[in-house]
């Protein structure tokens, strides 16, 4: 169990039988009466976001929660198919709880996998990926506002903002977490 002292970001609890991770929390001592924190909870299985408030010193459970390893190998149908890096196992995940990080998945990368309860509830991308662009408008000689974009689809079928000197075939770097261009990837 842990106490509300325990509370940092990133750290994973359960409530009323569902985990969550504490993306923002705090500490709040008023004048009057007992102190109490404030958390934003992102549900693990669902990905909603709730506040909970909490009495200073309050338990919450730890949730019987594991990550593996796993290569993304192909999609069949309404799942995804991952494969254990250690014991060479297959597993089907359902599209709905990879969500929309479905859009960045490419065969042979590695996912972390989050299990609840020994079954798979989600996956998490590596931070960054190089992704080739297949569709984009050519950008215009002369059109250099600073800042403006454009929309380019990537060879994964996900569509995001890129700056317009950006071209069909050129390979950039991607923030999976927030979906943003970083930086063009010189290809050797």
Do not use: C
């Not at 002292?5 to 009323?16: Q, S």
């Amino acid at each position: 169990m842990y106490s509300t002292t325990d509370f940092k970001r990133g750290l994973k609890i359960e409530m009323d039988g569902e985990p969550f991770e504490i993306t923002e929390f705090q500490h709040v001592k008023p004048g009057k009466g007992g102190a109490f924190v404030r958390t934003k909870l992102k549900s693990l299985i669902t990905g909603r976001v709730i506040d909970r408030t909490l009495r200073a010193g309050e338990k919450v459970e730890t949730p019987n929660v594991e990550e593996k390893n796993m290569q993304y190998l192909y999609a069949d149908g309404n799942d995804f198919v991952f494969m254990d890096t250690d014991t060479y196992d297959q597993i089907h995940i359902n599209k709905d709880a990879v969500g929309d990080d479905s859009g960045f998945l490419q065969e042979n990368i590695q996912v972390k996998v989050l299990y609840f309860n020994h079954k798979p509830i989600n996956i998490e991308l590596p931070n960054f990926l190089n992704l080739k662009i297949v569709q984009t408008e050519p950008g215009i000689r002369g059109d250099t506002v600073s800042g403006a974009t454009k929309p380019a689809t990537l060879e994964t079928g996900v569509a995001i903002n890129v700056p317009l000197f950006l071209n069909e075939g050129d390979t950039i770097k991607v923030d999976t977490r927030t979906k943003t261009y970083i930086e063009r990837v010189s290809v050797k």
